[in-house]
């Protein structure tokens, strides 16, 4: 079973950063993509970013050139580095794995992932 816990979130002023990160149990991390979601209240679950097995990371339009995500194989680990946040950005940040680690694999990446962490407050105050 996969255990994913995230790590990071908090309060921040609107043009700050924050730094999220997501720790994974299990073997072969580095074998499948990750990736994050995000769901202010009321809202639906929307995706954020991720990242394959070979290091490339997408981005959804609102945050491209604002975060940036990355991962450490080493270390079980993957990093959302959030920059000029908006309130708008405000919500619960979710780390999932998906069970590939090829996007050809996973076609509806950006709708969901396979396995989740448990969410981390992010707020940003305007």
């Known amino acids: 079973q996969v255990q994913l816990v995230e790590y990071g979130g908090g309060l921040v002023q609107a043009g700050g950063s924050l730094r999220l990160s997501c720790t994974a149990s299990?073997?072969?991390?580095?074998?499948?993509?990750m990736g994050w979601f995000r769901q202010a209240p009321g809202k639906e679950r929307e995706f954020v970013a991720s990242?394959?097995?070979?290091?490339?990371?997408r981005y959804a339009d609102s945050v491209k050139g604002r975060f940036i995500l990355s991962r450490d194989n080493a270390k079980n680990t993957m990093y959302l580095q959030m920059n000029a946040l908006k309130p708008e950005d405000t919500g619960v940040y979710f780390c999932?794995?998906?069970?590939?680690?090829?996007?050809?694999?996973?076609?509806?990446?950006?709708?969901?992932?396979?396995?989740w962490g448990q969410g981390t407050q992010v707020t940003v105050s305007s």
């Open positions: 999932t794995r998906y069970n590939s680690g090829q996007y050809a694999y996973i076609p509806s990446y950006r709708s969901s992932g396979t396995y």
């Open positions: 299990g073997r072969a991390f580095n074998a499948y993509a």
């Open positions: 990242i394959d097995w070979l290091d490339e990371a």
